[in-house]
């Protein structure tokens, strides 16, 4: 098999595709990424992955190379796992997209299963098959199909090997035959449907995830004025199987570049069939608003920031990953500073990263040096390690007694009776049983 976009989901299929017992080619135009993986090296964090890396590659199994045309040729099928940032125009860019897949058509010698696994507009499908059709020498033929991969980052292994379900999108029974083989060790069920559906329900996932989001966010801020807790509301949701628990957490928001990228792509879509999707844009504007509210918050924890440091615990998106890409952190430290603060960050995996994007800020080896001389600590990640902060040696090194919690991790009668304003999000401030 050939993985066409060696970053973030080609690393990850072609690796786990690897550790099923496929061969596998991981291709890309990054050369000190794919000399890195050559090495065994992961180029980004994410847990479990290297030692699979490794693993396959003394096995034989996984193979990594800047030449497209060398993995094309000694493969059966070809994944497409190209970047599509978005453009200014809300669409995604399919320039590196249409750049690859000419190189693919170049080097194709006879049939092929190529197989999109980037998030892509539905009907791109339509798109991508013309494109073929004109590139590809005379006599050679292909399938087109689309298997969209549902992966969360930091988790991104678990999700591949043993998601909810496998969503093969196909309009011929050779290609779903062969897709079926490839997917059969995954104890998923395997979802049968046609390329445009496919498309459309990796789109329609994504945003559905996000939406639930804001909403929950929304019903945080009811609680707070009228003395409910969205702890309590989303554990009562959640328990409707119609709902689901996940995604019910309140808090900062989502982060990352895909909701965002992914919500736009399907608003334009909408826009250009002149249909409404005014729920979506409201759920992008909620999500943005819990940053800016956030600042808020901790602004009138101290009065006014002008000349406070602020400590902040977290700084990837979520936990688990070092992508910085669309952090809610980002935003917020920004915010933050052009009010006047200082800045104290700590984050296990993902400061190096920011370190790049805000230089102006001082980062610490652990969270409690972090607190040291702060006025406020702000949670903006929601760490394991952050549950098993030790309070008492804070207390001693640092008089910071105000926390404002944009993750909801602690128990609120817990911080009071440790001696801390506690501000967290939708929840009320203290409230003891009676
Ligand atoms: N990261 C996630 O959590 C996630 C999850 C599900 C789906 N997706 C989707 O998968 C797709 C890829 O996302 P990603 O996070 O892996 O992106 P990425 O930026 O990490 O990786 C894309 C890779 O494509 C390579 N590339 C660009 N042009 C190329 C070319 N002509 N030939 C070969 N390689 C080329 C880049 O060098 C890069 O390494 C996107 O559509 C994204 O929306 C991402």
Redesign the pocket.
């Known amino acids: 098999m050939a993985i066409?976009?060696?970053?973030?989901?080609?690393t990850v299929t072609g690796t786990c595709l690897a550790e099923m017992g496929h061969h596998v080619i991981c291709?890309?135009?990054?050369e000190a990424?794919m000399h890195k993986l050559q090495l065994g090296e992961v180029p980004f964090y994410e847990p479990g992955l290297e030692t699979l890396i490794r693993t396959n590659l003394e096995s034989g199994r996984l193979m990594f190379t800047t030449d497209?045309a060398e993995a094309v040729s000694d493969s059966e099928v070809v994944f497409l796992?190209?970047?599509?940032q978005l453009l200014p125009s809300g669409k995604?860019d399919l320039s590196?997209l249409t750049?690859?897949v000419k190189?693919i058509a170049a080097a194709m010698d006879g049939y092929r299963l190529i197989v999109e696994?980037?998030?892509?507009p539905v009907k791109t499908g339509d798109w991508l098959k013309q494109m073929l059709q004109n590139e590809l020498k005379k006599g050679v033929t292909f399938d087109l199909a689309a298997v969209?991969?549902?992966?969360?980052?930091g988790q991104?292994v678990q999700d591949f090997m043993h998601p909810d379900r496998v969503v093969i999108g196909a309009d011929n029974q050779q290609a779903v035959d062969t897709l079926v083989g490839i997917y059969r060790p995954i104890n998923a069920p395997l979802f049968i449907t046609d390329i445009n559906s496919a498309e459309l329900i990796?789109h329609a996932t994504n945003a559905y995830l996000a939406m639930k989001i804001s909403f929950v966010n929304s019903m945080a801020h009811i609680c707070e004025k009228t003395g409910a807790d969205i702890t309590e509301v989303a554990k009562g949701l959640g328990m409707d199987r119609r709902i689901a628990p996940d995604f019910l957490n309140a808090g900062i928001g989502y982060g990352?570049i895909?909701f965002p990228?992914?919500i736009s792509a399907l608003v334009n879509i909408a826009d250009e069939f002149h249909i409404n999707l005014d729920l979506l844009k409201t759920t992008e504007v909620i999500n943005r608003y819990q940053r800016i509210n956030f600042i808020e918050r901790i602004e009138k924890s101290v009065k006014s920031l002008e000349g406070k440091t602020v400590c902040i615990w977290g700084l990837a998106y979520r936990p688990n990953t070092d992508d910085m890409r669309d952090a809610p952190s980002l935003t917020v430290i920004r915010g933050l500073q052009n009010r006047g603060a200082k800045i104290r960050a700590y984050d296990p995996i993902a400061m190096v990263n920011t370190k790049e994007i805000l230089p102006d800020a001082v980062y610490c080896k652990d969270p409690v040096e972090a607190a040291e001389g702060a006025d406020v600590i702000a949670i903006l990640t929601e760490w394991n390690e952050f549950n098993y902060v030790n309070f008492k040696k804070l207390k001693e090194i640092s008089d910071c007694r105000v926390i404002v919690d944009g993750r909801n991790l602690y128990n609120p009668l817990r911080m009071k009776n440790m001696g801390f304003t506690y501000i967290s999000v939708g929840r009320q401030p203290v409230k003891p049983l009676t």
Do not use: H, M, W
């Open positions: 066409i976009g060696s970053g973030y989901v080609g291709a890309d135009i990054n990424r497209i796992c190209i970047g599509t995604p590196a750049k690859a190189e696994k980037s998030t892509l969209p991969q549902f992966l969360r980052e991104a990796k990352g895909f990228k992914d």
